[in-house]
């Protein structure tokens, strides 16, 4: 799981723009449904990680104060903490990138923005075949159903983990949304997460912060991505 996720090490009180404050559930948030079928793959798989990752969309397109986090090798420190412990293990992999939950992909990308109060935002996508296509959209749908409620331990605290559906609207050729609560020692952050489908390209797009994000927000960045991508 994503390090931006787990790290409780500071007060998170302040709301963003962002977010909604006020209340213990994410707003849109319920049960899940049947997962969603993939459309069926157009051929066009991206085999340079150059040019996905100039689809992605950038610190201008974004909300708010949002700057660019260096990658790892941009940096003396890892941009993103390790994995924290997790109960189901199996439950660690949930919001880790793509192609780390479903290999096997052409070329892959990524992009982390740091914004106020604590608020982060992960994009990360992966190109596949027509054959890989459909198995790994499965596969990032079922990974949230099967960790609705874990724990996990991050440099030892203890940290109680809930997903639930996302109820944002449809976008791309095929979507999917849901949010991960993390609460720990009276903190709580909310991690509200679009997978969305667009040629033979799956993106994953995750916003952390304090309280509750705005299912609006969700919606218009995925539909941002979604366009940037079909150029």
Known sequence: MRGSALRFGAAVSACVGLVGCGSDDPAGSGPFSAAVTAAPGTGNVVRDAAQLSAGLLDAADLPGDFAVVPSRGEADEP?????????????????????????????????????????TIDIDAASYSNAALAPAFDALQAQPRRCTSYSGDDAGVRIEYRTAALAVPAAGDASSAFTVTATSEGLTLTSATS??????????????APEVVDP????????AQVRKLRG
């Open 195 to 208: 997978i969305v489908q667009v040629g033979n390209t799956l993106v994953q797009l995750v916003i952390t």
């Open 79 to 119: 941009a993103v903490p390790p994995n924290a412990l997790t109960d189901p293990p199996d439950c660690a992999r949930l919001l880790s990138p793509i192609a780390q939950q479903w290999p096997g992909s052409a070329a892959t990308a990524s992009v982390q923005f740091a914004g106020p109060s604590f608020a």
């Open 216 to 223: 609006g927000v969700v919606s218009d960045l995925t539909a």
